[in-house]
């Protein structure tokens, strides 16, 4: 069974900085589409990012030039670092995985963490 375990999240003023840090239980991490969402209270869960196989990646137009995703294979670990962080970016942040190509659909995400809260104050 593969486990996803976020870890990063705090608290931090607008315009700070986090990283947040995806672990996988399993060597899929190379392989696999890894992706980030989010879920803000009363929101429906949305896509922010996500990085293939082949190191391509997609954002989402309102973190795009502040998020950054990327993965380092050898510890089976994916990263969002958040730059410029706004109080619209306060959610629970999901790290997610899928055996095949990019998307930014949440149904076709197969394996999910149980998120980190991230709060930007104003």
């Known amino acids: 069974q593969v486990q996803l375990v976020e870890s990063g999240g705090g608290l931090v003023q607008a315009g700070g900085s986090l990283r947040l840090s995806c672990a996988a239980s399993?060597?899929?991490?190379?392989?696999?589409?890894m992706g980030w969402f989010r879920q803000a209270p009363g929101k429906e869960r949305e896509f922010v990012a996500a990085?293939?196989?082949?190191?391509?990646?997609n954002y989402t137009d309102s973190v795009k030039g502040r998020f950054t995703i990327s993965r380092d294979n050898a510890k089976n670990t994916v990263y969002l670092q958040m730059n410029s962080l706004k109080p619209e970016d306060t959610a629970v942040y999901y790290c997610?995985?899928?055996?095949?190509?990019?998307?930014?659909?949440?149904?076709?995400?197969?394996?999910w963490g149980q998120g980190t809260q991230v709060t930007v104050s104003s």
């Open positions: 997610a995985a899928r055996g095949g190509i990019a998307t930014m659909r949440v149904v076709e995400y197969g394996y």
């Open positions: 399993a060597r899929f991490v190379s392989t696999y589409t």
């Open positions: 990085i293939r196989s082949g190191a391509s990646t």
